[in-house]
């Protein structure tokens, strides 16, 4: 004979079973009223699985029917089953306006979005952050589309969509106009010096002296490059005749501060700019941040006028000379008086 316990058990699951048939018979008869009604119940990645319909278990009848309506979200009633409510959001004009949108776009695996970018011509830009990916951000909150595309637009952050993964944000991103814009502009842009050695931008200097006052030779080679490549800094040298301005401070070049808490870039170049001491960028090498100080608009005006300076205590030097010159010529031996 079965225990008590069997018998209850045994009895809840029929009861169970029941309930789901009647369910199912139900749902059944809901698609069928649908579809003779030419309505289209319209399913969503949410709870209760259908578009407008939202789930609360705490109630008798956990299932309320809502769409937005003038701006507002109106509440169209509270049903037993999920059928019922979406039935009752597919009746309104709104559920009609959303089954005449097209169909949502099937989420591309992350093979599917690089192949995607390498047919379109586009480059997904790397970043160091949980995603790997520049204007994704990562929701751990939301399962099914956790990846948040999103570029700024001037001074504004501007939302681009959910994704399932992150490489297709991050093929949205670079499908927008102004991640396209930026990649013109760094197309168009010069390609960037390669670091220099120390020893790379002394020669700089020899090539094209600087009229400061020279000091002690720091240590030639205190950050060194991996791949130096002296050749095109002699092309950079001779094109722009630059000379790297020297210092009595610890970088050793004027406006370069050295910063030993930065191990891979600890050389900065600063200028002041409308009263205010603007930061160049740091660099691996001293002579680097020297010579992009020598580029600053306020480093050229600086040379030229170190350039005045030095022109005018030249011609001050001939003139004296030429003075003293005539001087000594004119000083002639006088004679004795009879």
Not at 18 to 36: H, R, Y
Not at 70 to 99: D, H, I, N, W
Not at 145 to 174: M, S
Not at 196 to 220: F, G, K, Q, V, Y
Request: charge should be positive; proline fraction near 8%; glycine fraction near 8%.
């Amino acid at each position: 004979m079965p225990s008590t316990d069997e018998i209850r058990s045994m009895g809840l699951s029929l009861l169970l079973e029941g309930a789901q048939c009647v369910a199912s018979d139900n749902a059944s008869k809901i698609k069928k009223t649908a579809a003779e009604e030419g309505l289209t119940l319209l399913v969503a990645n949410n709870r209760s699985g259908y578009f407008g319909v939202c789930l609360d278990p705490r109630t008798s009848k956990p299932y309320e029917a809502r769409v937005r309506r003038g701006g507002k979200e109106v509440g169209l009633g509270r049903f037993s089953t999920a059928e019922e409510a979406a039935l009752c959001v597919a009746r309104t004009p709104e559920g009609q306006e959303a089954a005449k949108r097209p169909v949502a776009a099937v989420p591309l695996t992350k093979e599917e979005a690089l192949r995607q970018a390498e047919a379109d011509g586009l480059t997904l830009r790397l970043a160091k952050n949980n995603t790997g990916y520049a204007g994704v951000c990562l929701d751990l909150g939301r399962n099914i589309k956790p990846y948040a595309a999103q570029v700024k637009n001037g001074q504004k952050l501007v939302h681009l969509g959910r994704f399932a993964t992150a490489e297709e944000a991050a093929l949205c991103v670079a499908r927008s106009p102004e991640a396209k814009a930026a990649a013109a502009l760094k197309a168009a842009a010069p390609p960037p010096i390669p670091l220099m050695t120390s020893d790379e931008a002394w020669l700089l200097a020899d090539l094209n002296p600087s009229p400061s006052p020279s000091h002690p030779n720091p240590d030639p080679n205190p950050n060194p490059n991996p791949n130096p490549n002296p050749n095109q800094a002699r092309v950079l040298a001779e094109a722009e005749g630059l000379p790297l301005r020297v210092a009595s401070n610890a970088s050793g070049f004027f406006s370069v501060r050295l910063d030993q808490a930065c191990r891979k870039k600890p050389y900065q170049a600063q200028m002041y700019r409308g009263g205010k001491k603007v930061s160049l960028g740091y660099y691996a090498t001293g002579e680097e941040a020297a010579l992009y100080v020598a580029r600053s608009p306020e480093g050229q005006a600086l040379q030229a006028e170190a350039d005045l300076k030095a022109a005018a205590a030249t011609e001050q030097e001939r003139k004296v000379a030429v003075d003293d010159a005539e001087e000594g010529t004119d000083e002639r031996p006088k004679k004795k008086a009879r």
